[in-house]
């Protein structure tokens, strides 16, 4: 095998281009592990660790945030500029897995690796992230909602690199909040996650975008829930109207940790609890 580390991102487009098959290992969290298993023999490595271009964390005059594909979901947790603009983020990095892992892993490999359980993409689809996919060629912006195509099969074209997520300005006023359902513990990937931003204007709901997943073969929008909800007036009967249309938008599978049906209970069940807190919640705090 061999192994190969850039140290500029024309480095990297020159690797990739040069070994079409390669696999391209940020943290290394998925990768290793299939490696282990026998499902992966990758015979060329082109590991990221080396690019100092994507581990940076900015914030733009407007309030854009960007994050490079090699930041951590530890230094997202805890990095003040993420917690200003977006604190859902911090919040949902700090649900993922085990310390251990949170150090290692990134959230260029995460989304990367199209995990539907994963926690990050529902998040970043609450606060309508884009993620930049770049190659030699030039480069482009995909919402985080049009990313993932099936099950582990995400929107890269061969020789491109995701290299950051985009997070335009957050509506001032705002309120977020990211929960989980799973088997054992926290750390594990989510049965079902779900992300919701919530803005009134007065009494009525004037912004709301909710981001679901384990509850398909990808993380998705819930655009339904999202049109049952904006310009009404927050309530119960809301509530269970919107719960209802997110679950008969999403299509689980069944496997060993849940089956489909369970799966949509819990999405019912967990997007009511979602919008009846976000309800009381006080507004996110914009830097």
Not at 64 to 84: E, F, K, N, Y
Request: a negative charge; hydrophobic letters at 40%.
């Amino acid at each position: 095998m061999e192994y190969i580390r850039p140290t500029n991102l024309q480095e990297l487009f020159q690797a990739v281009a040069d070994f079409p098959d390669a696999k391209i290992m940020a943290g290394g969290q998925s990768l290793l592990a299939m490696m282990k298993q026998g499902i992966l023999d990758p015979e060329v490595i082109v590991s990221l660790r080396g690019v100092g271009e994507l581990n940076a964390i900015d914030k733009s005059d407007d309030g854009t945030l960007t994050i490079g594909a090699m930041v951590t979901h530890q230094r997202i947790a805890a990095d003040p500029i993420v917690q200003s603009v977006a604190p859902l983020l911090s919040e949902t990095a700090r649900r993922v897995a085990s310390v251990q892992i949170r150090n290692l892993g990134t959230w260029g490999g995460n989304l990367s690796h199209g995990e539907p359980g994963a926690d990050p993409p529902g998040s970043l689809i609450a606060v309508g992230a884009q993620l930049e996919l770049q190659s030699a060629d030039g480069h482009r912006f995909v919402p985080v909602e049009d990313f993932f195509l099936d099950y582990l099969t995400t929107d890269i074209q061969p020789g491109e690199v995701l290299t950051r997520i985009v997070v335009p300005p957050q509506p001032p006023g705002n309120k977020t909040i990211y929960a989980k359902h799973t088997v054992r513990d926290d750390g594990d990937l989510a049965i079902v996650g779900i992300a919701v931003r919530m803005t009134l204007s007065g009494e009525r709901i004037s912004d709301i975008r909710i981001g679901i997943n384990g509850a398909s073969l990808t993380p998705l929008r819930a655009t339904s829930a999202e049109q049952v909800l904006l310009g009404q007036n927050p309530s119960e009967e809301l509530f269970e109207r919107a719960a209802k249309h997110a679950a008969q938008q999403c299509n689980p599978l069944d496997d060993a940790e849940a089956s489909a049906e369970y799966r949509l209970a819990v999405v019912n069940s967990l997007l009511k609890r979602c919008l009846r807190g976000i309800a009381n919640q006080r507004p996110s705090s914009i830097a």
